[in-house]
């Protein structure tokens, strides 16, 4: 099984199999509290990951762990939130010795996008996710199709626009704008585990901050009474 944690906007954890059957996913949508929230849901998906391995879906129920990558939220999102997400990722990967895959959240929302419209038998056309970046600012992504591979295709990075010129900056690029509130952690793994059947990299080892953090160093001693 593949563990999807996002904490880009709430705080999303989800265990998939390689195949893509969800076979446990929990969130919470509150946009402040990812660490008072994060060790719960994370052991309220593999509970429930292991019940549903007790009634017959060929998982282990105990004995070995059957996670086997964890699939990380790269953002882009606030600085402190993302940082919590990644953090979970990368401790619970480092106990049981298992890769971490970095995915970028608008991935796995652009992905959910382009399967539904695939389902209905229609083209999504080109399109951006976007998210709220805070502070009068909106981050977005644009994506035209999926490749060979069953991955979204972006057609420009992930950037910031002040919010007020967020549609002129969408109908220059001719993308239509697709707001997101939340983030799927079982959309995210599935997007990590088609990353690892192509062998490919989607996200490097950084969070996609998209800003400087506001605590900065000082660049003189304070002066001591």
Same mark, same amino acid.
């Given at each position: 099984?593949?563990?999807?944690?996002?904490?880009?906007?709430?705080?999303?954890?989800?265990?998939?199999?390689?195949?893509?059957?969800? /076979? *446990?996913?929990?969130?919470?949508?509150? $946009?402040?509290?990812? +660490?008072?929230?994060? !060790?719960? =849901? %994370?052991?309220? #998906?593999?509970?429930?990951?292991?019940?549903?391995?007790?009634?017959?879906?060929?998982?282990?129920?105990?004995?070995?762990?059957?996670?086997?990558?964890?699939?990380?939220?790269?953002?882009?999102?606030?600085?402190?939130?993302?940082?919590?997400?990644?953090?979970?990722?990368?401790?619970?990967?480092?106990? /049981? *010795?298992?890769?971490?895959?970095?995915? $970028?959240?608008?991935? +796995?929302?652009?992905? !959910?996008? =382009? %399967?539904?419209? #695939?389902?209905?038998?229609?083209?999504?056309?080109?399109?951006?996710?976007?998210?709220?970046?805070?502070?009068?600012?909106?981050?977005?992504?644009?994506?035209?199709?999926?490749?060979?591979?069953?991955?979204?295709?972006?057609?420009?990075?992930?950037?910031?626009?002040?919010?007020?010129?967020?549609?002129? /900056?969408?109908?220059?690029?001719?993308?239509?704008?697709?707001?997101?509130?939340?983030?799927?952690?079982? =959309? %995210?793994?599935?997007?990590?585990?088609?990353?690892?059947?192509?062998?490919?990299?989607?996200?490097?080892?950084?969070?996609?901050?998209?800003?400087?953090?506001?605590?900065?160093?000082?660049?003189?001693?304070?002066?001591?009474?």
């Amino acid at each position: 099984m593949i563990l999807g944690i996002d904490t880009s906007l709430g705080t999303a954890v989800a265990l998939v199999d390689p195949d893509g059957v969800v /076979r *446990a996913e929990v969130a919470s949508d509150n $946009p402040l509290g990812h +660490a008072e929230v994060i !060790g719960d =849901l %994370l052991v309220q #998906a593999t509970e429930a990951a292991r019940t549903t391995a007790a009634h017959g879906s060929g998982l282990p129920a105990s004995g070995d762990d059957p996670i086997t990558h964890v699939v990380a939220g790269m953002g882009p999102g606030p600085f402190t939130g993302l940082r919590i997400g990644i953090a979970a990722a990368r401790t619970f990967a480092l106990a /049981r *010795a298992i890769p971490v895959i970095p995915v $970028p959240s608008h991935d +796995a929302v652009a992905l !959910g996008v =382009l %399967l539904a419209a #695939a389902f209905e038998g229609a083209e999504a056309g080109r399109f951006a996710v976007v998210t709220d970046a805070r502070r009068k600012e909106f981050a977005y992504t644009v994506y035209l199709g999926l490749d060979d591979d069953g991955l979204p295709v972006r057609v420009a990075e992930p950037a910031l626009v002040p919010r007020d010129l967020l549609d002129d /900056r969408l109908r220059e690029l001719d993308a239509a704008r697709i707001e997101a509130t939340s983030v799927s952690a079982a =959309l %995210l793994a599935i997007t990590g585990a088609r990353a690892v059947a192509a062998r490919r990299s989607l996200a490097g080892p950084e969070p996609l901050y998209l800003r400087s953090p506001d605590v900065t160093v000082a660049h003189a001693p304070k002066r001591v009474s």
